[in-house]
């Protein structure tokens, strides 16, 4: 079974900082564009970061920008993204996606990916 698996949320305070996991089982990222996403109640999902299967390419929504950094780990199958300063409206669900023909921008931007996980939540407050 093919799946893509989100860890590593949960409740902070803000001001802190959290890292998500997405790990890959019955396949290998190696070759896939993967982004994390996330969508809050009665709100837009949203598209955070985005990176290539190189690691060399990313993208970042204007609302993370020098917050956030994606990185993956091909060795270990798993894209990480690393979340700082955290506030309360970065409070959603994230999940991570994969696609195979596509862009950092095309994926982040016009939701173009192939599977998605199921989601962790992320909870910023006081």
């Known amino acids: 079974q093919l799946q893509l698996v989100e860890s590593g949320g949960g409740l902070v305070q803000p001001g802190g900082s959290l890292r998500l996991s997405c790990s890959a089982s019955?396949?290998?990222?190696?070759?896939?564009?993967i982004g994390w996403f996330r969508q809050a109640p009665g709100k837009e999902r949203e598209g955070v970061s985005c990176?290539?299967?190189?690691?060399?390419?990313?993208y970042y929504a204007d609302s993370v920008k020098g917050r956030f950094t994606i990185s993956r780990d091909n060795a270990k199958n798993t894209v990480y993204l690393q979340m700082t300063r955290l506030k309360p409206e970065d409070t959603a669900v994230y999940y991570c996606?994969?696609?195979?023909?596509?862009?950092?921008?095309?994926?982040?931007?016009?939701?173009?990916?192939?599977?998605r996980g199921q989601g962790t939540q992320v909870a910023v407050s006081s």
């Open positions: 019955g396949f290998f990222l190696d070759y896939y564009v």
């Open positions: 996606v994969a696609g195979s023909y596509t862009t950092v921008q095309a994926m982040c931007r016009l939701y173009e990916y192939d599977r």
């Open positions: 990176i290539d299967s190189s690691g060399g390419s990313t």
